[in-house]
């Protein structure tokens, strides 16, 4: 059974830091692109974040230079290291995992960027 199980979501405030962790299973976590989307509510879905297979990475431009992403293949886990927040960084955020068509998604942890 695929799993994409987020962790790390919680209220900052502007500033600070938060890390996001996705563990996945089910599927050859090693070989996928992963990423990270947001939403926020009344907003369009965007994303945030992609890493590929061989570890490069690609940002959204309102996020470059704050957030970084990372993917450690022995844990079957990436992870979003997000500093410098800000209230407009305040979204659901969802892990996904995408092999050619196949795409497998997490639940969304909430993250609230407030003072």
């Known amino acids: 059974q695929v799993q994409l199980v987020e962790s790390g979501g919680g209220l900052v405030q502007p500033g600070g830091s938060l890390r996001l962790s996705c563990a996945a299973s089910g599927f050859t976590f090693s070989i996928y692109t992963m990423g990270w989307y947001r939403q926020a509510p009344g907003k369009q879905r965007e994303l945030v974040a992609t890493i590929s297979r061989d570890g490069s990475t690609n940002y959204a431009d309102s996020v470059k230079g704050r957030f970084t992403m990372s993917r450690d293949n022995a844990k079957n886990t990436v992870y979003l290291q997000m500093n410098s927040l800000k209230p407009e960084d305040t979204a659901h955020y969802y892990c996904?995992?995408?092999?050619?068509?196949?795409?497998?998604w997490g639940q969304g942890p909430q993250v609230t960027v407030s003072s």
């Open positions: 996904y995992g995408r092999l050619l068509t196949r795409e497998y």
